[in-house]
């Protein structure tokens, strides 16, 4: 790799994703375990790296989305229990089966699928059945006694979690999240009540985590976006927030080029930014493909020589121009900070979701692959 010079990349800080990992721990407490999310390759941190760091940290279960996403653990050597929560189409059965995943179960027809498959493989496969208990996304959409009549109907396989996910988790200003937690709870009972007993209860995120819903957290929580040091902004009549993260990932370019140009100028494509004084740009090696967002054209910033410094005209595929006029001399090769910390001044994904108008879940999940990610 030594004729590469690195123009764009991520350092995910180990000792940071292990600080947070211990920061959940230490507000669910032992008796509530942790199952990190490291999906979408841990929100772009590096879904392997992340695995092996948490479950030596004790973690016992990870979540990913697909069978290929746990696969690509199992390749890795991990050993962990693995949970596979968007669901999969028929096909991916088997794969589930070759590397060892446990499925969440999304519809009662499907469990009776999965039971045949156990009766076919001679294994008594595992499961973990999600409710849809309000939410109207993935999830069985059904009551106690139909529910019942399911799981007593897949004798060959085993119900050994039952979950749901909330809609709207750090909104405070709607009863859904108490309403969706009160539906799961009588699903619960009416199962206990005919003898049925899910040994894994299991509702909730980073939000329900940092804000204390313990009514919630059952026996296990499903973090992801807490580990890499993210609490989403709620809303409404909020409760103290009981859960310090910090960002693991910072995301640096190098700069290409710096020059000057007179005042009057028109920056990048469809020349929608026209210099009010002579101006010194400086052209950074980070553009969409990569995962700014397009958005920000004429409205983010980025971090230059310890300072907020305007992003310039559209940002482009590969590059991004900004303004460096106030800043001590920059020279190509010098780095600038997209979404981290230099010295007093940060930007996290929080923020540069705020300006582009998303939500920095996907801030983070956009960071393309051609970014390189260094662990630090
Ligand atoms: C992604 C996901 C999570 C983690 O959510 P965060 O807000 O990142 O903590 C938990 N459960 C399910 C079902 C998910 O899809």
């Not at 409710?131 to 069985?140: K, Y």
């Not at 910390?341 to 300006?355: H, K």
């Amino acid at each position: 790799m030594n004729s590469f010079a690195l123009r764009c990349w991520t350092e995910v800080s180990r000792h940071q994703i292990v600080d947070n990992f211990r920061a959940v721990r230490n507000v669910v407490g032992a008796s509530v375990g942790i199952m990190p999310v490291v999906k979408a390759d841990a929100y772009h941190h590096g879904a392997v790296e992340v695995s092996r760091l948490l479950v030596g940290e004790g973690a016992q279960w990870l979540a990913v989305s697909s069978v290929e996403e746990g696969a690509s653990l199992r390749q890795a050597g991990i050993q962990a229990r693995i949970l596979v929560m968007a669901d999969f189409l028929p096909a991916e059965r088997a794969g589930l089966i070759e590397y060892e995943l446990t499925p969440v179960i999304h519809s009662l027809p499907d469990l009776r699928e999965w039971d045949q498959l156990a009766v076919r493989s001679g294994m008594p496969l595992h499961y973990h059945l999600k409710i849809d208990t309000g939410m109207g996304r993935l999830g069985a959409r059904a009551g106690a006694a139909e529910i019942l009549d399911a799981v007593n109907g897949a004798r060959h396989c085993r119900l050994e979690g039952l979950m749901t996910h909330f809609a709207s988790a750090g909104d405070y200003s709607t009863p859904q999240t108490e309403e969706q937690t009160a539906t799961f709870l009588d699903i619960v009972s009416g199962l206990r009540r005919a003898g049925v007993e899910p040994h894994y209860l299991h509702l909730a995120s980073t939000i329900p985590v940092a804000y204390g819903r313990s009514r919630a957290w059952g026996q296990f929580v499903r973090p992801g976006h807490a580990i890499y040091g993210y609490v989403p902004p709620p809303r409404g009549d909020v409760p103290e927030r009981i859960l310090d993260v910090k960002p693991a990932l910072t995301w640096k370019a190098s700069i290409l080029t710096v020059k000057d140009l007179p005042e009057g100028s028109l920056v990048g494509y469809g020349g929608t930014y026209r210099t009010s004084r002579p101006t010194r740009i400086a052209v950074v090696a980070a553009g969409y493909a990569d995962g700014v967002p397009h958005q920000l054209s004429n409205k983010g910033k980025l971090i230059a020589s310890g300072k907020l410094v305007p992003i310039l005209g559209a940002v482009s595929m590969d590059v991004t121009t900004i303004d460096v006029t106030d800043c001590p001399p920059l020279a190509p090769g010098d780095s600038v900070t997209i979404l981290g910390r230099e010295g007093d001044t940060s930007l996290d994904a929080q923020d540069i979701a705020s300006v582009a108008g998303t939500i920095s879940y996907s801030i983070l999940c956009n960071i393309s692959a051609r970014v390189r990610t260094i662990y630090v």
